[in-house]
């Protein structure tokens, strides 16, 4: 998919947990990227409405700050906006001279939303990119693990972003699960039994159904 193409195509069903992210090759503010450069990585992926806005502004700034957290979890970041590379180029330079904060990811450009409609953001006949407001965690094999969408008066939170990252490869890591507001280093959850057999063996603990590994 290219993402400076036609905007004339047939509709694209949202997509779900676990499908795989649909490849593009789009001009950014770092040049031409395509979604395979980050295989082998993880990968946030977020989109906004509109360059120049107050609550995608805010946004910015914390991925930019948070850049380094997200880097030691061996995760990119990965922007997009229907505006064009003009404009994303202004804006995040005015960031800079307006807040002192330098946005070190790229910023894709999709003005004919063919990538917003490829990832399903937007129903085919949608004239405006109003709801072009979601985020996708892909995985290093370009697998979706998880999908946020947020309305266009409520900002991201970043640090929920991060924690959704790090909960996520933790659970791989250790085949496991992360309980409710989990953080590094807390304790995981061992997978709930599955036969009256296993359950038995899992007897003598709290519960046979939530039983917590220590880090």
């Not at 910023?107 to 490829?118: G, H, K, Q, Y």
């Not at 979601?134 to 008066?153: F, K, L, S």
Request: net charge negative; proline share 6%.
């Amino acid at each position: 998919m290219d993402g400076s193409g036609s905007n004339q195509h047939s509709p694209s069903p949202a997509l779900r947990l676990h499908d795989r992210a649909p490849g593009f090759r789009a001009r950014s503010t770092a040049g031409d990227i395509a979604l395979s450069d980050y295989r082998g990585r993880w990968l946030v992926f977020f989109s906004h409405p509109a360059d120049f806005t107050s609550v995608c502004t805010s946004e910015f700034i914390a991925f930019a700050k948070a850049q380094p957290d997200f880097a030691r979890l061996d995760c990119d970041l990965l922007g997009l906006s229907v505006d064009s590379l003009y404009a994303h180029v202004a804006w995040l330079r005015d960031i800079e001279r307006s807040f002192g904060v330098k946005v070190g990811f790229p910023l894709i450009e999709d003005s004919a939303m063919i990538i917003a409609r490829a990832y399903g953001m937007l129903d085919a006949a949608a004239q405006n990119s109003g709801t072009v407001r979601a985020t996708y965690v892909i995985d290093p094999e370009g697998v979706i693990r998880a999908i946020a969408w947020y309305p266009m008066n409520v900002g991201r939170s970043v640090a929920e972003l991060l924690r959704l990252v790090a909960a996520l490869q933790a659970s791989q890591a250790a085949q496991a699960l992360t309980p409710e507001g989990w953080q590094p280093g807390d304790a995981l959850i061992e997978p709930a039994a599955t036969s009256i057999q296993e359950a038995d063996e899992r007897d003598g603990g709290p519960s046979w159904y939530y039983r917590e590994r220590k880090a």
